[in-house]
């Protein structure tokens, strides 16, 4: 019998949507369960590491959303074909976090000028470098007309496609950045894809 799994996270892409793309990628069927602000502090001293998103597996809960969305990813075959190859997935996926990372504070702050200073940085500084390695990053593999590595989809793709949502929303100039952009809408319009993001909610964050 397959296994049961149910994505609890808040209503909003954030730290769980690299996960709903994974099952959807996968075309694998799950439980999801969006909460309010409101109703985590109900539910936050029975997660295991006091945060979201979680994943129950056959009655296991599983937290962090790296450690969660790595398992998905070995579970479903996206992980690299080979060792090294996981390495370098997971080589994307770390530097691809340091894009939204650095936006999470942005989005939280209430002070108008550090809002503004962190801002400035991010704009200018953090996402312009992270993108110009992961842009060379991507080009060294077929000339960076396919995917971040090997022949085949990986968790480092939809990784990427979630992360690069934050500079682009965020006005960063992305025209230094093209095999990155190219690969966003060969990902997007991947079928799976392609159905998941045209039914996927529209929340805020």
Known sequence: MAPKYTLTYFNGRGRGEIARLIFAAAGVNYVEKRLEFSEWPAIKQSTPWKSLPILEVDGVVLGQSLALTRFLAREFGL??????????????????????????????????????????????????????????????????DSFFVGQSLTWADLSMLYAVDQPVSMKVEMSGFPKIMAHRKRIENLPKIAEYLKKRPNTPF
């Open 79 to 144: 992980q690299g074909k080979t060792n090294v190859e996981q390495a370098l997935v997971e080589s994307v996926v770390e530097a691809s976090a340091d894009l939204y990372g650095e936006y999470y504070p942005i989005m939280m702050e209430e002070d108008e000028k550090k809002k503004a200073e962190i801002t400035e940085k991010y704009l200018n500084e953090t996402a312009p470098a992270v993108l110009k390695n992961l842009e060379e990053f991507l080009s060294s593999n077929k000339n960076g």
